[in-house]
């Protein structure tokens, strides 16, 4: 292979990893904004559940 291919070819590559590099860029930030999502789920549902809780010890103070 000729030192101009030789280039030829490693600029090709180059291009072809920083195209697989943006797109794994993206899929990074979509996965972000999943793990925010459903972090956000789970802290609601953890005060549901300190809540729930809390009522529930209410009850058993109140029963007679």
Do not use: F, K, N
Not at 1 to 14: G, K, N, Q, V
Not at 30 to 58: F, K, N, P, S
């Amino acid at each position: 292979m000729t030192r101009r291919a030789t280039i030829a070819a490693l600029h090709r590559d180059l291009e072809g990893l920083r195209s697989d590099l943006w797109e794994l860029a993206d899929y990074a930030a979509e996965v972000r904004a999943d793990r925010c999502r459903l972090q956000a789920i789970v802290e609601r549902q953890d005060e549901l559940v300190m809540c729930l809780w809390g009522l529930l010890e209410q009850a058993e103070e109140d029963a007679p």
